[in-house]
């Protein structure tokens, strides 16, 4: 991951549940990066300087648990409802025939605005992403469960705060190849 400054001007957008922060770098046609769960856009670190020279890359920091501006209280953060809101931030940029690239649940909710809204998508990138009876992956569908529990959230921040716990196959243990640096784990949680 670099550094968020690598990935464009901070910039923030209006939307009806809310306001979503997002950087842009590059001009062209442009790409909509979708990331998932309790992570930001500085995900795409690695690939957005790569592809800034030839399209235009946009970097939202969708509310889905690292974003550093909360919706508003009784936003719809529901599956359908984040697909609304992918929807409706390409509105509020006056984006048309975009790429989507999503990975993890950012990948579920790209498949559900190309389902729902085709004439918006040109393009549709896949990484290792959510799909079908695979949402959420088996080892977090506790998570599903701990978001309707109160304290849950603060629960989970508490242990992600404790270096070894990181790296359990609860939390990010069995997620990635390599064990994530310390360094972007505080990034995606503001520790």
């Known amino acids: 991951m670099v550094g968020k400054g690598q990935l464009g001007e901070e910039r923030e957008v209006r939307l009806s549940g809310g306001t979503v922060r997002y950087r842009e770098i590059g001009e062209g046609e442009p790409v909509v990066f979708v990331h998932g769960l309790l992570v930001h856009g ?38 359908g409802g984040m697909t609304r809101i992918v929807v409706d931030f390409l509105d509020a940029l006056g984006l048309r025939g975009v790429t989507l690239v999503g990975n993890d649940t950012g990948g579920a909710i790209c498949q559900s605005v190309v389902a729902s809204y085709p004439e918006r998508v040109h393009r549709l990138v896949l990484t290792n992403c959510d799909a079908f009876e695979n949402f959420l992956p088996p080892v977090l569908r506790y998570v599903q469960w701990g978001a309707h529990v109160p304290g849950f959230v603060s629960l989970m921040s508490a242990v992600l705060r404790v270096g070894a716990l990181r790296r359990l196959p609860i939390t990010f243990g069995w997620l990635t190849r390599r064990p994530i640096e310390d360094r972007v784990i505080d990034s995606y949680w503001r520790l």
């Open 42 to 79: 500085g995900l795409w670190g690695g690939v957005v300087p790569r592809l800034s020279g030839s399209f235009r890359c946009i970097v939202p920091d969708w509310p889905l648990g690292a974003h550093g501006v909360a919706m508003e209280a009784g936003a719809d953060l529901s599956f």
